[in-house]
């Protein structure tokens, strides 16, 4: 290697600090650049400046964008190709493998994207959904496959073809609207019977005011009263992807379902309107216990005139007592 300065060849190699600005922040470290021995200048070596670069956006991308550990990661635990993942997160495989290998840096677009996977991985659902045409057939069913079944997510997070209802409220169903309205509910820990009926009351009182729902669940009747029809596998699917936390605790013979938020509420999944109505239903019952709340909900038309564990019509929403 030659000194562009003196012409020299006699070349050394010593620590340096080097110093970066990326997207408007100062990055500094240090590792090896090479220098000449006679005049001291720098000598440009293709090799060391190529790892000086790349160790910049390394920790340009662990302080400030996402790492490539973390979207390596992300990808193995759906168990996915590169391929399929690009196409998901809609970007080129070229692309997603330069960010896996660390040489160049998400654009922000992605960052956000990738962060919000790791944070929700049930909203690659959503993104696989609004992709659906980028799929073959033979691709979306193999997706499906396999993040029912090596991430425990829940068929009825794949939308089936919309029908608008009387059971749905004539609305599509909005999982990231059903999550949030959990979190809503349970920010302080709830018990899974008032959180049910409060899911019910909050849909059936927007319906009236509306004629939609907020959520698009259907809802039944058990004995409990009504609530969201496979709440159960709903629940579980949170709980598995580490969104909501689920405990039963024994008192004396009571049994309580207590559930509480791993991850913060989104109210921006909202409509002001529906945000509004979730706050009524909440106030409304802010001092009922279960039992209370569940001995509420039996008074109502949409219960007394269901025939039990069949679904309840979203037009008894015009009677409902709130
Ligand atoms: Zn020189």
Redesign the pocket.
């Known amino acids: 290697m030659k000194?562009?300065?003196?012409?020299?060849t006699n070349t050394y190699i010593k620590n340096y600090k080097h110093e970066y600005t990326i997207k408007s922040k100062y990055i500094e470290f240090e590792c090896d650049r090479r220098f000449?021995?006679?005049?001291?200048?720098i000598?440009y070596d293709n090799y060391l400046d190529d790892l000086a670069s790349q160790k910049a956006i390394d920790i340009y991308n662990k302080n400030y964008g996402i790492s490539k550990e973390k979207i390596i990661e992300l990808r193995n635990k759906y168990t996915l190709s590169q391929e399929l993942f690009a196409k998901i997160i809609g970007c080129a495989k070229k692309t997603l493998i330069s960010y896996e290998k660390g040489t160049s840096i998400p654009n922000d677009n992605y960052i956000i994207i990738l962060n919000s996977l790791i944070h929700n991985p049930l909203l690659i659902i959503d993104l696989i959904e609004s992709n659906k045409g980028q799929f073959t057939k033979k691709e979306y069913s193999k997706l499906q496959d396999k993040l029912i079944q090596n991430n425990n997510i829940n068929q009825l997070f794949f939308d089936a073809d919309f029908t608008p209802t009387v059971y749905n409220g004539y609305t599509k169903l909005n999982k990231n609207k059903v999550l949030n309205m959990i979190l809503y509910f349970a920010e302080d820990v709830v018990l899974k019977t008032k959180l049910l009926k409060e899911m019910f009351y909050a849909d059936f009182l927007y319906y009236k005011n509306t004629g939609a729902s907020i959520t698009g669940l259907e809802y039944a009747k058990i004995t409990h009263g009504p609530v969201p029809d496979n709440f159960d596998e709903i629940i579980s699917t949170y709980v598995e992807q580490e969104l909501i936390e689920y405990k039963i605790e024994f008192i004396q013979d009571y049994e309580n379902h207590r559930i509480s938020n791993k991850i913060k509420l989104d109210k921006n999944v909202f409509l002001k309107e529906e945000l509004e109505t979730m706050e009524k239903v909440r106030n409304y019952f802010k001092s009922f216990t279960s039992k209370e709340i569940a001995e509420y909900s039996h008074n109502e038309k949409a219960f007394l005139e269901t025939e039990f564990s069949k679904k309840i019509e979203y037009d008894y929403a015009f009677d409902i007592n709130i």
């Open positions: 000194c562009d300065i003196c012409g020299s000449c021995y006679e005049c001291n200048s000598v």
